[in-house]
């Protein structure tokens, strides 16, 4: 009879064990994800950034011929 208390202890043991594990696994699957779209969205911002950069200066080259332009005709 004891013996069977000591295999029913073990195997609480192991699924408690098992259990810890898998939610150590789906945690880190989780931050892995979070991680992903942390860097997705941080290079869409980047590459905003750069969209409006060489806009910017596009008018800037734009602007600054038109200006030469006047000089010129002057």
């Known amino acids: 009879m004891p013996h069977i208390l000591f295999y029913k202890l073990i195997l ?3 699924k408690i064990l098992f259990y810890i594990v ?4 789906v945690k880190s699957v989780i931050v892995i994800f979070m991680n992903r779209e942390k860097k997705i ?3 869409r911002k980047i590459l905003e950034e750069m ?3 060489l806009f910017r200066r596009k ?5 600054f ?3 030469q332009e006047r000089r010129k005709s002057k």
């Open 41 to 43: 969205i941080y290079k």
């Open 22 to 25: 898998v939610y150590k696994i």
């Open 51 to 53: 969209k409006k950069n």
């Open 12 to 14: 609480i043991k192991l």
């Open 59 to 63: 008018e800037q080259q734009s602007n």
């Open 65 to 67: 011929k038109k200006v």
